[in-house]
């Protein structure tokens, strides 16, 4: 049985980092993570700019 995931990342541009890069680096960690136990990324979420302290519900 394959255990489905959605990956969500965050990159800050307070901080100068290229959002492509980090996207594609944290997803890279993640798929290695999930899918050596079997699991399998069916959604992809990544927030540019978006501080966590905003509420999920006022999140684009």
């Known amino acids: 049985m394959t255990i489905r995931f959605g990956f969500d990342g965050q990159v800050s541009i307070e901080g100068n980092q290229d959002p492509e890069a980090s996207r594609a680096w944290q997803l890279h960690r993640a798929r290695a ?12 979420f990544f927030d540019v700019d978006k501080s966590r302290s905003i509420p999920w519900q006022l999140r684009p």
Do not use: P, T
């Not at 993570?33 to 992809?44: K, Y």
């Open 33 to 44: 993570l999930i899918e050596s136990r079997g699991g399998e990324i069916v959604a992809e």
